[in-house]
């Protein structure tokens, strides 16, 4: 009863997320947690020491990078658990800090970065300019419990869109083209195995997120 009490909000957002999830109001969202995937194998190609030919994203809730050299294991492991961890980034900003408005500008510069370095096609660079400039408006305008409110959404969608994702591409449909069959292809073992191994730990990554950051009270107070 005390959870219900202290964490409804978060518990309606969840649910509200899970009863359109197939709707068209939620594919902003996802294709938002899509750019974090993408974004995450980037910047791992750099990291260690890679170049990005191409980024892409598309209005199907798909997208790719193209790189050149770079660890290819660490590359491919870093696109769903990648996603996840930006979600738990601006969840755990959301519910244990008061940077919420430093936060949503930080990601609107970051998309308009990702668009000056490496988007070309119309689509990703209208959905990353349109995004970056709603969240830059929304840093210098809207009021601190909305950019809370904003970061709580994204978090909570991004820790229920990777693991469905992981299952989806790497576990039911283990045969289509993934990140877990590139792994299987240069490193060996079944594609199941690698999907799997995501799956369990972005479930233990959720579950630990929740159990560190709700403490106490989580619920808004909205003015």
């Known amino acids: 009863?005390?959870?219900?009490?202290?964490?409804?909000?978060?518990?309606?957002?969840?649910?509200?997320?899970?009863?359109?999830?197939?709707?068209?109001?939620?594919?902003?969202?996802?294709?938002?947690?899509v750019f974090f995937h993408e974004l995450s194998h980037a910047v791992v190609v750099i990291l260690t020491g890679g170049r990005v030919g191409e980024f892409e994203i598309s209005p199907m809730q798909g997208g790719h990078v193209i790189s050149y050299g770079g660890n290819g294991f660490l590359i491919s492991s870093a696109g769903y658990l990648g996603s996840l961890l930006w979600g738990v980034l601006l969840f755990a900003i959301a519910l244990r800090t008061r940077f919420d408005r430093h936060?949503?500008?930080?990601?609107?510069i970051l998309m308009v970065l990702v668009f000056l370095?490496?988007?070309?096609?119309?689509?990703?660079?209208?959905?990353?300019?349109?995004?970056?400039?709603?969240?830059?408006?929304?840093?210098?305008?809207?009021?601190?419990?909305?950019?809370d409110f904003t970061l709580r959404v994204i978090g909570i969608?991004?820790?229920?869109?990777?693991?469905?994702?992981?299952?989806?591409?790497?576990?039911?449909?283990?045969?289509?083209?993934?990140d877990a069959r590139n792994i299987a292809e240069s490193i060996g073992g079944p594609t199941i195995f690698?999907?799997?191994?995501?799956?369990?730990?972005?479930?233990?990554?959720?579950?630990?997120?929740?159990?560190?950051?709700?403490?106490?009270?989580?619920?808004?107070?909205l003015r």
């Open 1 to 33: 009863m005390n959870t219900l009490k202290n964490h409804w909000q978060l518990l309606l957002i969840a649910l509200l997320i899970v009863i359109f999830w197939n709707t068209p109001w939620l594919v902003p969202l996802k294709i938002l947690v």
């Open 103 to 108: 936060a949503v500008a930080a990601l609107g």
């Open 117 to 147: 370095f490496w988007l070309r096609s119309g689509f990703a660079i209208a959905f990353t300019l349109g995004v970056a400039a709603v969240l830059l408006l929304m840093a210098r305008f809207a009021a601190h419990s909305v950019c």
């Open 157 to 178: 969608a991004s820790m229920l869109y990777v693991p469905w994702d992981i299952w989806d591409d790497t576990i039911r449909r283990s045969d289509g083209f993934s």
């Open 194 to 221: 690698w999907g799997g191994l995501w799956f369990v730990v972005s479930v233990l990554i959720i579950l630990a997120t929740l159990r560190h950051g709700l403490r106490g009270n989580s619920n808004l107070t």
